[in-house]
């Protein structure tokens, strides 16, 4: 796997941009979604300290 990714990076480096940019994206766009309505109780507590950041920052 790390040969092809290896090869891949080498034949078309912006296409890996692209990919990992991608993966950013999903990850940042699925936290605000796994807060969206929950309670506090039902959160583990990353998530919860998570929220409180995201709640401090939006003041």
Do not use: H, Q, Y
Request: glycine share 4%; aromatic share 14%; charged share 15%.
């Amino acid at each position: 796997m790390w040969s092809v990714l290896g090869e891949l990076a080498m034949a078309a480096p912006w296409l890996v941009v692209a990919l990992v940019a991608v993966l950013f994206l999903i990850v940042l766009v699925s936290l605000p979604l796994s807060l969206w309505g929950s309670a506090a109780n039902e959160r583990p507590e990353i998530i919860r300290a998570l929220a409180e950041f995201w709640r401090f920052w939006r003041r």
